[in-house]
């Protein structure tokens, strides 16, 4: 059975940055696809980001684009997400998910099997 546990969140000031890191056992995440999605309350869970099984290929949502970035280590199996000029409507819990598909990044939930218990991110404003 693969455990995914997710670390790094916490309380930030609008502006700062914080970075996630998500650690997976039970089975090599090398050539799996990997994602971060996030629940604000009240909504609907929604992808953060994605990253393919080989790490050269990577999605972002419009509104993270440009200021978060997705990595990964192989070797460690992990993935990571460093979150910069954060904002308070980044304000969420965050998940982190691997799937058993392998080569690109997947954006539906549905493709990702095994997810964490998620970490609380809070900016102030």
């Known amino acids: 059975q693969e455990e995914v546990v997710e670390s790094g969140g916490g309380l930030v000031q609008a502006g700062g940055s914080l970075r996630l890191s998500c650690v997976t056992s039970g089975r090599t995440l090398c050539g799996y696809a990997m994602c971060w999605f996030r629940q604000a309350p009240g909504k609907e869970r929604e992808i953060v980001a994605a990253i393919g099984g080989n790490g050269a290929n990577a999605y972002y949502a419009d509104s993270v684009k440009g200021r978060f970035i997705i990595s990964r280590d192989n070797a460690k199996n992990t993935v990571f997400l460093q979150m910069n000029s954060l904002k308070p409507e980044d304000t969420a819990v965050y998940y982190c998910?691997?799937?058993?598909?392998?080569?690109?990044?997947?954006?539906?939930?549905?493709?990702?099997?095994?997810w964490g218990q998620g970490t609380q991110v809070t900016v102030s404003s």
């Open positions: 998910a691997s799937s058993y598909l392998s080569g690109s990044f997947y954006l539906n939930s549905f493709d990702y099997h095994y």
